[in-house]
T-cell receptor, first 116, second 113 residues
Framework: AQSVTQPDIHITVSEGASLELRCNYS??????LFWYVQSPGQGLQLLLK??????LVQGIKGFEAEFKRSQSSFNLRKPSVHWSDAAEYFC??????????????FGRGTQLTVWP | NAGVTQTPKFQVLKTGQSMTLQCAQD?????MSWYRQDPGMGLRLIHY???????DQGEVPNGYNVSRSTTEDFPLRLLSAAPSQTSVYFC????????????FGPGTRLTVL
């Protein structure tokens, strides 16, 4: 069963505006959490990941994400969006927390459009 | 390093035909996996491998076979293609587990008529 939800299929923001992409997971224990980005016609690239510790994690390209246990969320944020950030963003979870036979489960993705 | 390579980039099959999607990596990664990406569905795991000779099923394994005879290669076989297998297929690899950074190939766009 799908255990990670991205409620927003498509988001449009203006260049320079702030961005928040939502991700919720459903499971008993806190999984390992990831955000990946897919540019048009490309494979996916890891932006950041959370295993434990500080709930605010920094990633590449100026992105950050905050883990909130009480809300079972791991939302991705960026203070000022650039046109090159237009892409599809995927949240992913690993409930096996890095075990040898662990698997990644991806959300359905959020397509980000950036207006100039 | 070439990273993760996939061939072919595009393929059109007729229903019932068989084919193999190739995936290779030159990073000496133990963990390799195959995903399919369909509009509105995100990526779904088909099969994965934690090392040569070891494979396991993911979320949507039916209609696909895999083997891992070497660390470098992880081919995906469609035994009898069906229109429902029309999709974009991605191969990925990582150092040892699913939680290590996954490196994705460029994808194979498959159409089954």
């Amino acid at each position: 069963a799908q255990s990670v939800t991205q409620p927003d299929i498509h988001i449009t923001v203006s260049e320079g505006a702030s961005l928040e992409l939502r991700c919720n997971y459903s499971y008993g224990a806190t999984p390992y959490l990831f955000w990946y980005v897919q540019s048009p016609g490309q494979g996916l690239q890891l932006l950041l990941k959370y295993f434990s510790g500080d709930t605010l994690v920094q990633g590449i390209k100026g992105f950050e994400a905050e883990f909130k246990r009480s809300q079972s969320s791991f939302n991705l944020r960026k203070p000022s969006v650039h046109w090159s950030d237009a892409a599809e963003y995927f949240c992913a979870v690993d409930h096996d927390r890095g075990s040898t036979l662990g698997r990644l489960y991806f959300g359905r993705g959020t397509q980000l459009t950036v207006w100039p | 390093n070439a990273g993760v390579t996939q061939t072919p980039k595009f393929q059109v099959l007729k229903t019932g035909q068989s084919m193999t999607l190739q995936c290779a990596q030159d990073m000496n990664h133990e963990y390799m996996s195959w995903y399919r990406q369909d509009p509105g569905m995100g990526l779904r795991l088909i099969h994965y491998s934690v090392g040569a000779g070891i494979t396991d099923q993911g979320e949507v394994p039916n209609g696909y076979n895999v083997s891992r005879s070497t660390t470098e290669d992880f081919p995906l076989r469609l035994l009898s293609a069906a229109p429902s297998q029309t999709s974009v297929y991605f191969c990925a690899s990582s150092y040892a587990t699913s939680t290590d950074t996954q490196y994705f190939g460029p994808g194979t766009r498959l159409t089954v008529l």
